[in-house]
């Protein structure tokens, strides 16, 4: 097949693989062809300095809190100056829009109203009768492009002003506040804190200026503005001195039949940014009580490790969401637990990680029933209540000598030679006893009905592929007689039915000889397509439950109350819930409210469940269904909820295609929130192209949320190989890395474009990760197709990534099933995009972790090395101590950052947001 070249007419496209983004704030810039400035925004636009390219555009609407008595503090001196000091509203993440309610100290209300300048493009605020007072103005700030601008907040009185939460200028009298901005492309809020008491009425009229003190800025990269306190107070000021404010951003102009680079107005309606999702509260894990009338949900918030990040646990109604009640403490709980009573269980822990099993009542006192386990694991509760099985990790002796014999290739990892075992404690007395022993770890899996029996599992090396075998083995706690039930090849997952005579057990389909795949003899299924089982633990029959069914099983729950399975399942690009009767063999879909589900906790003596979740247009989620004969759903958290409903989301249309061999290519695409088919559109195709497909889970590494927000068509293409379309659809991805996936990824951003003649051929870039950053990678060496691309951990020589990363042989268990380097060059030289280096032309962004064990970071030092001997495009990014998946706050947004401004650069041309964070060339 001819390869397709970029056509004469271009028009904004972007490929995106599976990578991530992040940026500090998000809008979309304004496409290329659009109209001019509406008379509204020119009207902004009030004085121009042709010397220099500037022009200052006036802030012509605001929101105004006040002005409010501010009384001082009693006893204060009334030689310092302590107003601005004094804030009657939180200053943190305030995003308000008018008409909008504000409890004062004292109990007390006001009202942000919106209001415009007078002619003197001020407003102007009326004091009270007496005394000091304080008021509030807020304006929304939308950059369509990285923009330096200098704000500048005149008034004649003292004035503190904040960008985005953290405070940029300050002035203790009257004059010019300024600042100068680094605005990062999207919404920003300016917030003007004026002051004003009878002693700087009187300053203000004889224009004296007491002592100034600037406060501190929080140093942010880029800086969000320099503390300034330019401009002479007082001279020439009217003898009334009103209390007036105004404020005005000069910034360069912008290129001609482009939109205004800055807009200023009132609104609080934003796309979604980065910020949205990193700093908003998250769910970690949601647990429901045995009679389902509860649920312990865990957060986190920031979303991602930081410094400063906080957990707690708040307990909740399943029927209405209600909190009951609040874990929030300096000592966080983890591992909650509910007992069979409905008591509660959880783990602190203190001095260097040693931990301590509380229990007790939910509304009575907890008493430690284990203290200071140092390594303590998991832990589950025997059905009677009287003891909990836990698990505790046994460290290796150490070697200082600074030499080590590998003993098999398991023993690269850290912590190899450490092993888990069980233990049981009595809760009454918290007296012990140890379960498990031996030379390999053992993981619970489920306890029997009656408490008599546990199933725990062991893994393994073989010699054969895929390289790990998982026993299950079942003990008697009576006797602590231990015997194995089965083995299988790689991972597996087991539980009891509810009489406790069969089990319930997912694996691949490669298990149990192949009895769950339904693929013809001699073809290898991709074991990453889960399947659920049923096992008779006296005979050992097994019977596949799941074969013929589409959907790849990710969790399964058998329901002690109806005795039904629940299944969370892949199903296309959603994670669903599924119900399927054990007696019949069928399955019914159960509606959920989310596009992907997880975390699924069955209750043990009523029909409910809870789920976590999100959908591509929908934030996360904790959802409660009752599952009996008529499901009920109710949202249980929604973390977030107040942010996300300023936000305008993208609209998510489904896109499919067919290929040249007539394979149909789901996909999705998400456009802009004020997407108008009559201007052209950049293009960002995000794909993985590996095992798994890109989900429609809110947010995460990748937003297409976020980039549509920024003015990119996002399409998503799913392209052969991944689970949830079926085994056939699944095991395409065996032997094959790229030789195929490759074609229809070109083919199907061909057709897209082809479809949407808005799109624009000239600015399509590609993103991927991991197995999309091999992708990308090979892609740039097959097509001109892009004109600009990313890798995140991409692999360049599939030879190195094979034997050098620490899962490179297990993961090519299935990727290059029974095919090594030495009887599959064809695919591991041919199909290394090192190999093909000299055919690269296109901009090419490398990004990798320092400390990645996955993907090491030679597979993209190669590829650097290769490329600039070669004297091509290419940048590289090494982010320092990250691993595989970008993680502690501050480098998780900056990495964001740089893919966005990457695409900014070279799919818009505007290169300022890359060069502000990584410097001209």
């Not at 490759?742 to 897209?752: H, L, R």
């Not at 893919?899 to 300022?912: H, M, R, S, T, V």
């Amino acid at each position: 097949m001819p390869l397709p070249r970029r056509a004469e007419t271009r028009f904004p496209v972007v490929l995106l693989p599976i990578v991530l983004l992040l940026t500090l704030t998000a809008m979309a810039p304004a496409p290329a062809d659009v109209a001019p400035a509406s008379p509204e925004l020119a009207q902004q636009v009030r004085a121009s300095d042709a010397d220099t390219a500037r022009v200052s555009v006036q802030f012509d609407e605001w929101l105004v809190l006040g002005p409010v008595a501010s009384p001082l503090p009693a006893l204060q001196d009334p030689e310092e100056d302590v107003l601005l000091e004094t804030a009657l509203i939180h200053l943190d993440h305030v995003w308000p829009g008018a008409g909008e309610a504000v409890e004062l100290p004292g109990g007390q209300l006001a009202t942000w109203t919106t209001q415009r300048p007078d002619q003197d493009d001020s407003i102007v605020l009326e004091p009270p009768a007496s005394g000091p007072a304080m008021a509030y103005l807020i304006a929304y700030v939308e950059a369509r492009r990285f923009t330096n601008a200098r704000l500048t907040v005149t008034t004649s009185h003292p004035v503190r002003v904040l960008l985005d939460d953290r405070q940029v200028a300050v002035r203790r009298s009257g004059g010019d506040a300024t600042a100068e901005l680094a605005l990062t492309p999207g919404r920003h809020m300016v917030l003007v804190q004026t002051a004003w008491s009878p002693e700087t009425h009187d300053q203000a009229l004889t224009g004296d200026e007491p002592e100034t003190a600037d406060l501190p800025r929080a140093g942010d990269l880029p800086p969000a503005g320099d503390l300034a306190g330019a401009g002479e107070p007082g001279d020439g000021q009217n003898a009334a001195a009103p209390w007036t404010v105004s404020a005005t951003l000069s910034h360069e102009t912008s290129p001609a039949g482009t939109a205004p680079r800055i807009i200023v107005d009132s609104s609080p309606t934003r796309p979604l940014r980065l910020v949205d999702l990193l700093d908003t509260e998250a769910v970690s894990s949601a647990t429901i009580s045995p009679d389902g009338e509860l649920v312990a949900v865990a957060f986190r918030q920031p979303e991602v490790p930081a410094p400063l990040q906080e957990s707690w646990l708040e307990i909740r109604g399943t029927r209405n969401g209600q909190v009951v009640h609040t874990f929030r403490a300096n000592s966080p709980v983890a591992g909650f637990s509910w007992s069979p009573d409905g008591g509660i269980s959880y783990v602190t822990r203190r001095d260097g990680g040693k931990a301590t099993l509380w229990v007790g009542d939910l509304d009575g006192p907890v008493r430690p029933v284990l203290r200071d386990v140092e390594r303590f694991g998991s832990y589950r509760w025997l059905p009677d209540g009287r003891s909990i099985v836990y698990t505790v990790t046994e460290r290796a002796e150490q070697d200082d000598s600074g030499l080590r014999r590998m003993r098999g290739l398991r023993d690269r990892l850290p912590g190899a030679r450490n092993r888990s075992h069980l233990y049981q404690v009595q809760v009454a007395s918290g007296a012990t006893r140890r379960l498990t022993a031996g030379p390999e770890s053992t993981g619970l899996l489920d306890i029997s009905p009656d408490g008599a029996r546990l199933l725990f599992t062991r893994g393994r090396f073989v010699q054969e592929r895929p390289y790990s075998e998982t026993e299950l083995w079942e003990l008697d706690l009576a006797t602590l007689e231990a015997h194995k039930v089965t083995r299988t090849p790689g991972s597996l997952g087991a539980s009891y039915s509810p009489d406790g005579d069969r089990l319930l057990v997912t694996a691949g389909p490669s298990a149990f000889d192949g009895a769950g795949s339904t693929l013809p003899i001699g073809t290898i299924p991709s074991d990453y397509d889960g399947q659920a089982y049923f096992m008779d633990r006296v005979t050992g029959k097994v019977t596949p439950l799941t074969r013929d069914f589409d959907p790849a099983v990710q969790q399964a729950a058998w329901s002690h109350a109806d005795g039904m399975i629940y299944l969370v399942a892949q199903e296309g690009d959603r994670a669903r819930l599924f119900r399927l009767d054990p007696r019949r063999g069928s399955f019914a879909r159960i509606e959920t409210g989310v596009d992907v589900a997880g975390g699924l906790s069955m209750a043990r003596t009523a029909p409910r469940l809870t789920l976590t979740g999100s959908s591509s247009a929908g934030p996360p989620q904790v959802v409660a269904l009752d599952v009996s004969r008529s499901p009920r759903l109710t949202t249980v958290a929604a973390p977030g909820a107040e942010t996300f409903a300023r936000t305008r989301l993208s609209q998510v249309q489904d896109w499919s295609f067919q290929t040249n061999d007539g394979t149909t290519i789901p996909g999705r695409v998400h456009l802009p929130p004020d997407y108008d088919p009559e201007h052209s559109y950049p293009v960002i195709v995000n794909y993985y192209a590996g095992v798994t497909p890109v989900s429609r889970s809110f947010g995460g590494r990748y937003p297409s949320d976020v980039w549509a927000g920024m003015g990119y068509v996002v399409y998503i293409p799913q392209p052969s190989g991944a689970i949830g379309w079926g085994q056939e659809y699944s095991a395409r991805h065996v032997n094959n890395w790229g030789a195929t996936v490759a074609d229809e990824i070109i083919q199907g951003v061909d057709a897209f474009l082809n479809a949407h003649p808005n799109m624009d051929r000239e600015r399509v870039g590609c993103i991927g990760a991991s197995y999309g950053g091999f992708m990308t990678m090979l892609l740039t060496t097959q097509t001109d197709l892009f004109a600009a691309c990313v890798s995140h951990a991409g692999i360049s020589n599939i030879t190195s990534y094979w034997g050098e990363g620490w899962w490179g042989y297990g993961y090519s268990a299935v990727a290059t099933a029974d095919s090594y380097p030495w009887n599959r060059p064809d695919i591991y030289v041919e199909q290394s995009p090192l190999f093909r280096a000299d055919r690269i032309t296109t901009p090419l962004l490398l990004l990798h972790g320092t400390a990645d064990t996955n993907v090491p970071i030679g597979e993209s030092e190669q590829l650097y090395t290769a490329l600039k001997l070669l004297g091509r495009n290419v940048e590289y990014i090494r982010i320092q101590g990250e691993d595989h998946h970008i993680l502690q706050y501050p480098k998780r947004k900056l990495w964001m950052e740089t893919i966005l401004a990457w695409f900014d650069k070279q799919l818009k041309g505007e290169p300022e947001w890359w060069e502000a964070l990584h410097g001209k060339d």
